[in-house]
């Protein structure tokens, strides 16, 4: 058995990033080394600060170079709101509405029991206990409306209300601009089901 190279271990190492395949991963390589040797190096040098100075905030387990970070330590935050997400991602998507001004806590993933992911592993008492300091007084579900996210709401919906927390869950349906007849049937009937009052 012959010994991985260094262009071959590059290569599998890229295969670790989300959608890169095989191919992608040897094209990306090829293109570093070939091109833009400046850029790989900023890349690795970026990579490697950052695995040694970022950590999970204690408050709501965000990456951060703090051990609590600025979000959390705003005094502009609704500390009465906490937002429950999947991931950073998402957490920056919610900031980018400028529709929420309460505190977050970041799961770092969802419930997917294939893939041995379940409320241990994501901490999700932690998430409970957060919520029950006497300071929340709403926590939001913002899961993704996936089978995951769906187990994931509704397992901590299910802790909050037995410790007697007021939980709501994000809307979701027709996005804003879209006309009906584009819409899929699913989040049509979602639409429906989940129509409120104008009066």
């Not at 294939?114 to 300091?133: H, I, Q, T, W």
């Amino acid at each position: 058995m012959k010994a991985i190279n260094s262009l071959d271990h590059l290569i599998e190492s890229l295969r670790c990033l989300p959608g890169v395949g095989p191919k992608s991963a040897q094209r990306i390589a090829y293109y570093l080394l070939q091109r833009d040797r400046d850029g790989a190096a900023a890349l690795a040098a970026a990579l490697m600060q950052s695995l040694e100075t970022l950590r999970h905030c204690q408050r709501c387990n965000t990456l951060t170079e703090a051990d609590i970070c600025e979000r959390c330590l705003s005094p502009q935050r609704d500390a009465s709101l906490l937002c429950v997400v999947e991931s950073p991602v998402d957490m920056n998507m919610m900031e980018q509405t400028l529709a929420y001004s309460g505190l977050y806590y970041v799961l770092m993933g969802r419930l997917s029991p294939l893939d041995g992911v379940g409320p241990r592993e994501l901490s999700l008492e932690r998430v409970l206990a957060r919520a029950s300091d006497g300071v929340v007084k709403e926590l939001i579900l913002a899961t993704n409306f996936t089978n995951e996210g769906e187990a994931t709401a509704h397992y901590l919906s299910e802790g909050a209300r037995a410790r007697g927390l007021s939980v709501t869950r994000i809307a979701r349906g027709v996005p804003v601009g879209g006309e009906l007849e584009y819409v899929d049937p699913g989040t049509l009937a979602q639409a429906v089901r989940e129509r409120r009052s104008l009066a």
